[in-house]
């Protein structure tokens, strides 16, 4: 797996949840929850990159939906490859696996 670009993903994912706020299903709270403050490190990259990381996510979801149902729990929902494998009903082996090429595959787009 490419480091950088795992690094990349993962402060995406930091992104989407500090910058667009989690929806946790009770909006009127939402003001509330932003006074409280976050636990989540703020993410290091810039709203143009998180942009172009998140339009290189959804076409690798549309491209393949196995390598998708992969790449967002790992990233975004912080399952691991056991919790992953476990719910697919696949083995770790092949979440890695797929992880990987999901990763080469947002690199590839990113390079375009």
């Excluded at 795992?6 to 500090?18: G, M, P, S």
């Excluded at 989690?22 to 942009?51: E, K, M, N, W, Y």
Aim: charged share 20%.
């Amino acid at each position: 797996m490419d480091k950088d670009i795992a690094f990349l993903l993962e402060q995406w994912a930091r992104w989407c949840y500090v910058e667009r706020g989690v929806q946790l299903g009770l909006p009127h709270q939402t003001p509330f929850r932003r006074l409280l403050g976050s636990t989540v490190p703020s993410a290091c990259i810039s709203d143009p990159l998180a942009q172009a990381i998140d339009q290189a996510v959804a076409e690798v979801c549309q491209r393949n939906e196995k390598i998708g149902r992969v790449l967002v729990p790992y990233f975004l929902q912080g399952r691991t490859t056991v919790q992953i494998a476990k719910k697919q009903g696949v083995s770790r082996p092949t979440v890695s696996k797929r992880l990987a090429l999901g990763v080469s595959m947002v690199g590839e787009i990113l390079e375009r």
